[in-house]
């Protein structure tokens, strides 16, 4: 019986790189981490995947443009999608941090005011809510870097995978907001009527992975 075919949205850049790399290793074969080309769908068996801007993966799967996803927990977090998250992969791993300017001296104090540059307003309002801070958001979707050194906010909320870039920056991180790495998403219909092809998916993406 031939296999229904399966629609994967993945996190363009790293994660893509990295997945297809696995998948192609786990009888899904495909050159897709090698290939520079800018196309966005690719047919592998009974896969369609669909490279997608990492903060819509998460809306892709669960309004079921795509049957399942993998992407980094940040955006997971950040976008308070309503679908199942079964699944966390070795892969994609990075940090959420709050940095500063590494002339500045930063203590968190309830009620401080403060202004913050990110992309991550959801996950960033948290973290300070936490700290009984209400914090003044400025939305960036791109270099967040220059905001403290431009003064257009006092700090920043972004993710690092080594921290290289922010000490390049004159930055230093002042807390870790939370470990990130890319997790396997479903659609919560698709996973009844999918079940065991995206089962047969993860269960052979782990599989190569770990080893």
């Not at 047919?43 to 819509?56: E, G, M, R, V």
């Not at 950040?78 to 992969?89: G, H, Q, R």
């Not at 009984?132 to 270099?143: A, D, F, M, R, T």
Request: hydrophobic residues 40%; positive net charge; charged residues 25%.
């Amino acid at each position: 019986m031939e296999r229904k075919r399966v629609k994967v949205a993945i996190s363009k850049g790293r994660i893509l790189k990295e997945v297809c790399g696995h998948l192609s290793k786990s009888g899904y074969p495909n050159n897709i981490a090698k290939s520079a080309t800018r196309e966005l769908i690719f047919n592998i068996k009974n896969l369609q995947i669909l490279a997608c801007k990492p903060i819509d993966v998460p809306k892709y799967v669960e309004l079921g443009a795509a049957d399942c996803g993998i992407v980094g927990s940040d955006c997971i977090t950040e976008t308070n999608c309503d679908v199942y998250e079964p699944i966390s992969l070795p892969v994609g791993k990075c940090k959420m941090v709050l940095a500063t300017l590494k002339t500045k001296r930063l203590i968190l104090k309830p009620g401080m005011n403060i202004k913050i540059g990110t992309k991550y307003p959801r996950i960033a309002k948290n973290f300070f809510l936490k700290h009984k801070i209400n914090p003044e958001i400025v939305y960036l979707n791109g270099s967040v870097e220059l905001a403290p050194l431009t003064g257009l906010a006092e700090a920043i909320v972004d993710i690092t995978e080594t921290g290289s870039t922010i000490k390049e920056n004159n930055l230093k991180i002042i807390d870790i907001i939370m470990e990130i790495n890319a997790k396997v998403i479903i659609n919560k219909t698709s996973y009844r009527t999918l079940k065991d092809e995206i089962e047969l998916l993860t269960s052979s993406l782990l599989k190569k992975i770990k080893i």
